[in-house]
């Protein structure tokens, strides 16, 4: 059974930094590509950040591009998303995602975690 497990959000203030951790596991993700996806109140999910975990390069939004970075562990079982300069407008509930060799959408999903950044 695969799980994603998201940790490491919380209240920030604005300039600030926080780093989200997702925890995979139940497989062998190496062959993966692993992203972060967020969704404010109101609005749809939509895409921050995601990388393959046997390499390349990361994708981001341009909304985050030169603030957020994505980055997996040596055992390529837990990913990061590294979230410096931190404005109110990130404010959202970040979910992890998994999306298996050869699929067009992610598969696998965390439960999310909150993360309010203050003005």
């Known amino acids: 059974q695969v799980q994603l497990v998201e940790s490491g959000g919380g209240l920030a203030q604005a300039g600030d930094s926080l780093r989200l951790s997702c925890v995979a596991s139940?497989?062998?993700?190496?062959?993966?590509?692993m992203g972060w996806f967020r969704q404010a109140p109101g609005k749809e999910r939509e895409f921050v950040a995601s990388?393959?975990?046997?390499?390349?390069?990361?994708a981001y939004a341009d909304s985050v591009k030169g603030r957020f970075t994505i980055s997996s562990n040596y055992h390529k079982t837990t990913v990061y998303l590294q979230m410096n300069s931190l404005k109110a407008e990130d404010t959202a509930v970040y979910y992890c995602?998994?999306?298996?060799?050869?699929?067009?959408?992610?598969?696998?999903w965390g439960q999310g975690t909150q993360v309010t950044v203050s003005s």
């Open positions: 139940g497989r062998t993700f190496s062959n993966y590509r």
């Open positions: 990388l393959s975990v046997s390499g390349g390069t990361p």
């Open positions: 995602a998994a999306r298996c060799p050869g699929a067009s959408s992610y598969n696998y």
